[in-house]
């Protein structure tokens, strides 16, 4: 014996990545070329994963072969694939081969972006593509952006925003305990992260008015809104700011935004817009009448994770007052500091976590490798088929479509004769369940005024035409076969 270690089992080094960056690369290209093939969730059962990874962690270096073996054998096989052209379930959380490359080289470098000076290059790129982003979905100049992780931490961070303002800036040096009661208004759809936001925020779910939606969209009642920011006022609550929705992840709920911001604005309070999915939809100027008057808003999110092919994570968070942001979420220890350098940004005092990666890379690859038309050719493609699908299920017997195309997504049941009430729900959930054991497409459920639905939204990024009319396929057999059984039984 030579006395030499076993190469195979030494920790993969930099002299050897090529090799092995080459074959995660084709077998990256080899799994998107079999997706379609697929069933886009896995037919597992719970803890088939867990029971088939080592209880113990190794005490010896294993080989880099072993591990990838196990990735391929063991992890895999228990995925859920969110880049199937198929999956209509969510939203998506698109991965454009180009901006995976970008992502690759982030990972790569492996800086922490939390400072200019810590990674100039990375802190210039993101203020000039969160400027081409303002300006492809139509923002005026004079709104700034920043990139969060999620549009969690972006409303969170502009609910924190909204308390701070409202207390004269005394939140965070003097506590909660003496400031009165605050109240945040929502629609009664809102995303979950804004109940989230809220209760982190230390402003309590009780606080958090949630104001009734009405009308084909779906959006806030602005007299009600008006009402109950009047009632707070006059029974001693601080009204404190207004959260309203473009697209709410349900069923897309999507307010007037016009109306509601000048509400807010009449009141002096804090605004923020979830528009998290249907944001990158403004790229195309034709839908951007589904938020007039966001120029009039103080905080706007929407994640090109989702649509626009970023991967997951990449929120771009806009701000019409990136002071008031800064003010509440900047701590300045004197390690921080920024010396040598006037006007700098250091975009860790926009956002919650000081630690920062580079996100900005991918959203840059990404917009230079397609371009705005051909992500909006992807987007109309998007709605036109989620229309035609629609069109095409409320033709079936006994199926109705519950909440019409909002964009891609729209939501249906089907309804057999005479059944209602919780026998109704069931049957549903029982469809929804055998639509997604086929393997063939992916769904999910909602409730709407109390009753449950099943959701179709179109967003993979290498969906067809022909994937929109499997999906078609699938939910009439699979509804078909479901009345068949109820007739029989």
């Not at 920790?11 to 697929?38: K, N, S, T, V």
């Not at 982190?200 to 939606?213: D, K, Q, T, W």
């Not at 519950?402 to 469809?431: H, I, K, W």
């Amino acid at each position: 014996m030579s006395g030499k270690p076993d190469s195979s089992t030494q920790p993969l080094d930099w002299a050897q990545f090529p090799q092995w960056g080459a074959r995660a690369a084709q077998w990256a290209g080899e799994y998107h070329a079999g997706l379609r093939d697929q069933p886009v969730r896995p037919p597992l059962n719970p803890g088939a994963t867990l029971a088939a990874l080592p209880e113990a962690p190794p005490e010896q270096a294993e080989s880099t072969e072993a591990i990838f073996r196990d990735f391929k054998d063991i992890i895999m096989p228990g995925m859920t694939h969110w880049q199937h052209p198929r999956f209509f379930a969510y939203f998506p959380s698109n991965a454009a081969p180009i901006a995976v490359l970008a992502e690759y080289l982030a990972s790569s470098v492996a800086a922490q972006c939390m400072l200019w000076q810590t990674s100039p290059a990375a802190t210039e790129l993101e203020t000039r593509v969160l400027d081409w982003l303002r300006q492809a979905v139509g923002l005026p100049k004079g709104f700034s952006g920043v990139i969060q992780d999620t549009a969690s931490s972006a409303t969170l961070a502009a609910v924190l925003t909204m308390r701070e303002r409202a207390l004269n800036w005394a939140g965070n040096q003097h506590g909660l305990s003496d400031a009165g009661r605050l109240r945040i208004y929502v629609a009664d759809e809102v995303h979950s992260s804004v109940d989230a936001a809220v209760w982190i925020a230390g402003i309590g779910h009780e606080n958090m008015v949630r104001i009734p939606v009405s009308g084909p969209r779906r959006a806030m009642d602005v007299e009600a809104l008006e009402q109950a920011i009047a009632l707070d006022r006059a029974e001693g609550f601080i009204p404190t700011g207004v959260i309203a929705s473009v697209g709410a992840t349900s069923v897309g709920s999507t307010d007037h935004i016009a109306a509601v911001l000048a509400v807010a604005r009449a009141h002096d309070l804090y605004s923020h817009v979830d528009a998290a999915w249907a944001g990158a939809a403004m790229i195309c100027p034709e839908f951007r009448d589904l938020w007039d008057g966001i120029e009039q808003a103080d905080s706007i999110v929407l994640n090109p994770h989702k649509w626009l092919g970023t991967p997951f994570d990449c929120s771009a968070h806009f701000l019409a007052d990136p002071d008031s942001l800064v003010k509440t979420l900047a701590t300045q220890p004197e390690y921080l500091k920024t010396h040598g350098a006037d006007g700098v940004i250091n975009y860790s005092e926009w956002s919650i976590p000081l630690g920062r990666r580079f996100r900005a890379l991918k959203l840059w690859f990404l917009l230079r490798g397609h371009g705005l038309e051909g992500l909006r050719r992807m987007i109309r493609d998007h709605v036109r088929w989620a229309g035609q699908v629609e069109a095409a299920l409320a033709a079936l017997p006994q199926l109705e479509i519950v909440t019409p195309c909002m964009l891609s997504l729209f939501s249906f049941r089907v309804r057999p004769e005479g059944m209602a009430g919780a026998d109704l729900d069931a049957f549903n959930l029982a469809l929804l369940e055998a639509i997604n054991a086929d393997g063939r497409i992916y769904l999910t459920q909602t409730r709407i005024d109390d009753k449950l639905v099943i959701r179709f939204q179109a967003g993979p990024f290498s969906m067809t035409e022909a994937d929109a009319e499997t999906a078609v396929t699938v939910i009439a057999k699979m509804a078909a076969t479901a009345l068949e059984q109820v007739r029989g039984g």
